[in-house]
C-alpha cells in the first residue's frame, strides 16, 4: 500500500520543527521517492575535472541510484550521460574509469558514439532506412543530462531539466572548496588513485548527519581515539615528537567545550560545517617547506587566510561531505533504504609537499576504511539506529538539541558548536526537495 | 639455525594465535619496527604515497588489540572471531647468512561476529628478520583478492 507517493502533505509531516520520523530512514517507499525527487531535484557530486583530464577520459558514477558516465571530448568539453544505449539499454561503460580513444562502442551490437555523446555509426545501417528511426530518441544518442556545472575541479550535476540552479542551491557553501583548492600552491587538486570504500548496512542520512555531530565523538570514539590517546601516553616514553597518527587520532577527544566554542555554520538548503573558529584539524604538525610555497604563490597575508581557515566537516547536501584541511570528499551513495556506499576520496593538492597527501592518506584509512577503528565505532551506531528505528514504541528521532523557537529555515548563520540545527536545516532541505516537484500531483489528486 | 620449515611453522603458528585471540602472544610476533600492511592497489608498491586499507606500526597494532577488550568498545559486543585457512607456504627466500626470510601464503580468511560470517581470500606475504635464534615479522603484507571492493567492518587481522 502507498502512503507517500504522490502525497508531498504526508512526506512533510514526517519532518517536525526539531523532530523527524523514523519512516525517512526505514521506509523503503520513501527510499524510493527519494530516488525519484531528492536525488533529481539536488545538484549532486560525480566526479573530479582531474579524473578526466585527457580526451576520451570518462568516469562512471550514479546520481541517486540513476547510472551516468562522464567523459571528456576532443574539444576539451565535459559531458555526463545515463550510462546506457539507446538500444536496448546496455550500459555503455562498467569500469570506475578509463580512456575510450575517440568514441564509445556498445559491446552487445557496436553502436557507437562520439565522446559528446551523439550517435557515430550503428552496423548495417541501412537496415533503419525508412523505418522511423531517423524520429527516434535513439538516433540523437546517448541521452544527456543538461545540467552540469564545473566548479574549480568539482562536478555536479541535475538530473531535472528544471530546479535550483547551481549557484543558488550552494551559495556561499561553495566557500569550502574553494578554501581546499586554495591549499594548493597551484589553485589545482587532482585524483590520482581510487577512493577507499566502504559498505554501510544503514539509510544514508545517518552518515550525512553525523558529519555535523559533535556530541558523539568523546563517547562513540573513546573506544578507538580514546585507546589511541591512552597507548601513546603509556608508550611514549622519553619521545618528544608526537606521531602522525596520534596527531590525528587525539583531538577526536576533544571535550565538549571544544566543539561548542569551535562552532557550525549554516547555510541555505541544507549546507552547512563544523569547526569555525577551529576544529579537530587546527594543530597538526607543520609540513616543511609548505608555508613558504603559499606565502610564494599568494603572499603572506592571502596565504595565513587560507591556511588559518581550518573548517572540520562541511556537509554539501544532499550526500556529501568535504574535508578541505586533509583534502578528502565522503560521497555517501545510496543503494537501499538500510544499504549505504561510502567512497572516500582523497585530493592531491598540486605543487605541495608530499607529506600534505601522505597526512590525508593516512587519516582517510584511519576513519573512512572498512578496517578504520573509527568507522567501526560509527558502523556499529548506525547499525544499532537502523535496528532500533523499527521499534514503534516511540516514532521520532529527537533533534532539539539548542533549538529556539524563533528559529528561521534556510538562513545563514553561525552558531554554537554542539547545536543539532544543522541536521534541523538538512531535514528541512530534505522535505523541501522531496516535494518541489510533487505538488503539483497533490493539487491534481485534490 | 633459521630453516625453511622453522618459516613455514612461523605462519603456521601465528595463525593459530589469531584464531585462539591470543592478540597479546601475536604482537610479540613483530620487530619493533615492524609493519602490517593491507594494500588497497593491484601490485602496490608504495604504503605511503598511494591509499591502504592498512598500514601499521606496532603502536597503532597496540591500539587495536587494546581496543578490542576496551569496555566502551560497542563494535565488539558481541565480539568477532576468526579462522585462517592457510595453503602451505611458499618459501620466497630463506638465506640464513642474508638474513633474508621471505614466504607467501595463500588463504581464505572468516570473520565472524553475531549473526554475520564474512570471507575473504588472498595472499599474505611475509618479510622476517632474525632476532637472536628467533624470527621476527618486519612486514606483514596482506593483499586481497578484492581489495578493490566495498567492505564492512574488517576488525579482527589477516
Redesign the interface.
Known amino acids: 500500500m502507498s502512503r507517500y507517493a504522490g502525497n508531498a502533505r504526508s512526506i512533510a509531516a514526517l519532518v517536525r520543527e526539531a523532530e523527524v520520523h523514523r519512516d525517512v530512514y526505514v521506509d523503503p517507499e520513501i527510499f524510493g521517492l527519494e530516488m525519484e525527487h531528492l536525488f533529481p531535484n539536488s545538484w549532486v557530486y560525480v566526479g573530479h575535472a582531474s579524473q578526466l583530464a585527457k580526451p576520451g577520459d570518462f568516469i562512471t558514477a550514479t546520481i541517486g541510484r540513476q547510472p551516468v558516465l562522464a567523459s571528456r571530448h576532443s574539444d576539451g568539453s565535459i559531458h555526463i550521460f545515463y550510462n546506457r544505449c539507446p538500444h536496448k539499454g546496455v550500459k555503455i561503460a562498467s569500469e570506475p574509469c578509463g580512456n575510450t580513444g575517440k568514441f564509445f562502442r556498445c559491446p552487445y551490437h557496436a553502436w557507437s558514439f562520439k565522446t559528446d555523446g551523439s550517435l557515430l555509426a550503428i552496423p548495417l545501417k541501412k537496415g533503419y532506412e525508412g523505418t522511423g528511426f531517423a524520429d527516434t530518441e535513439a538516433n540523437e544518442g546517448l541521452s544527456r543530462i543538461k545540467n552540469v556545472v564545473i566548479y574549480r575541479g568539482f562536478i555536479f550535476a541535475r538530473l531535472n531539466e528544471t530546479g535550483v540552479s547551481f549557484e543558488d542551491y550552494f551559495g556561499q557553501s561553495l566557500s569550502t572548496i574553494d578554501n581546499m583548492v586554495d591549499r594548493s600552491p597551484e589553485g589545482r587538486l587532482e585524483v590520482v588513485a581510487a577512493p577507499i570504500r566502504y559498505l554501510h548496512t544503514c539509510n544514508w542520512k545517518m552518515l550525512v548527519e553525523n558529519q555535523t555531530d559533535t556530541c558523539h565523538p568523546m563517547v562513540a570514539h573513546e573506544s578507538s581515539a580514546g585507546t589511541a590517546v591512552k597507548v601513546w601516553k603509556r608508550e611514549q616514553g622519553d619521545s618528544t615528537e608526537t606521531p602522525m597518527a596520534v596527531q590525528l587520532y587525539g583531538p577526536f577527544m576533544s571535550p565538549y567545550e571544544f566543539y561548542e566554542q569551535s562552532g557550525i555554520r549554516i547555510w541555505p538548503n541544507g549546507h552547512g560545517h563544523t569547526g569555525v573558529a577551529n576544529s579537530i584539524h587546527s594543530n597538526y604538525a607543520d609540513v616543511g617547506g609548505y608555508l613558504d610555497q603559499m606565502i610564494a604563490a599568494y603572499g603572506e597575508r592571502r596565504a595565513h587566510e587560507i591556511l588559518g581557515e581550518v573548517r572540520h566537516n562541511t556537509v554539501y547536501f544532499p550526500n556529501v561531505m568535504v574535508k578541505g584541511a586533509v583534502q578528502i570528499l565522503r560521497n555517501f551513495i545510496p543503494i537501499a533504504v538500510d544499504k549505504t556506499l561510502v567512497e572516500s576520496w582523497v585530493y592531491r593538492l598540486v605543487g605541495a609537499p608530499d607529506k600534505l597527501y601522505e597526512r590525508a592518506l593516512m587519516y582517510n584509512r584511519f576513519i573512512n576504511a572498512p578496517t578504520s577503528i573509527v568507522g567501526h565505532d560509527d558502523l556499529e551506531m548506525y547499525e544499532r539506529a537502523q535496528e532500533g528505528l523499527k521499534s514503534n514504541g516511540n516514532q521520532w528521532v529527537n533533534l532539539r538539541r539548542l533549538y529556539a523557537r524563533d528559529e528561521q529555515p534556510d538562513v545563514t548563520a553561525v552558531i554554537n558548536g554542539t547545536s543539532e540545527r544543522q541536521m534541523r536545516n538538512q531535514f528541512h532541505t530534505w522535505a523541501k526537495f522531496m516535494t518541489m516537484d510533487m505538488d503539483k500531483h497533490v493539487e491534481a489528486a485534490e | 639455525m633459521i630453516d625453511e620449515k622453522a618459516v613455514t611453522d612461523f605462519i603456521y603458528r601465528e595463525a593459530e594465535l589469531l584464531d585462539t585471540m591470543q592478540w597479546q602472544s601475536w604482537l610479540d610476533l613483530f620487530h619493533p619496527e615492524g609493519r602490517y600492511w ?1 594494500p ?2 593491484w601490485q602496490q608498491q608504495d604504503p ?8 601499521e ?1 606496532l ?2 597494532l ?3 588489540v ?2 578490542l577488550a ?1 569496555e ?4 565488539q559486543k558481541p565480539k568477532s572471531r576468526c579462522h585462517h585457512l592457510l595453503q602451505a607456504p611458499q618459501i620466497v627466500a630463506c638465506d640464513t647468512a642474508a638474513g633474508v626470510f621471505k614466504a607467501r601464503t595463500s588463504y581464505i580468511y572468516t570473520e565472524t561476529r553475531g549473526d554475520m560470517l564474512e570471507r575473504y581470500s588472498g595472499w599474505a606475504s611475509h618479510d622476517f628478520v632474525q632476532v637472536g635464534d628467533a624470527l621476527k615479522i618486519k612486514l606483514k603484507r596482506v593483499d586481497l583478492i578484492n581489495f ?8 579482527l587481522f589477516m
Open positions: 593491507m588497497l592497489e605511503v604515497l598511494q591509499p591502504s586499507l592498512m598500514y606500526d603502536l597503532l597496540k591500539v587495536r587494546e581496543r576496551g566502551r568498545t560497542f563494535s578493490d571492493a566495498p567492505f564492512g567492518n574488517i576488525q
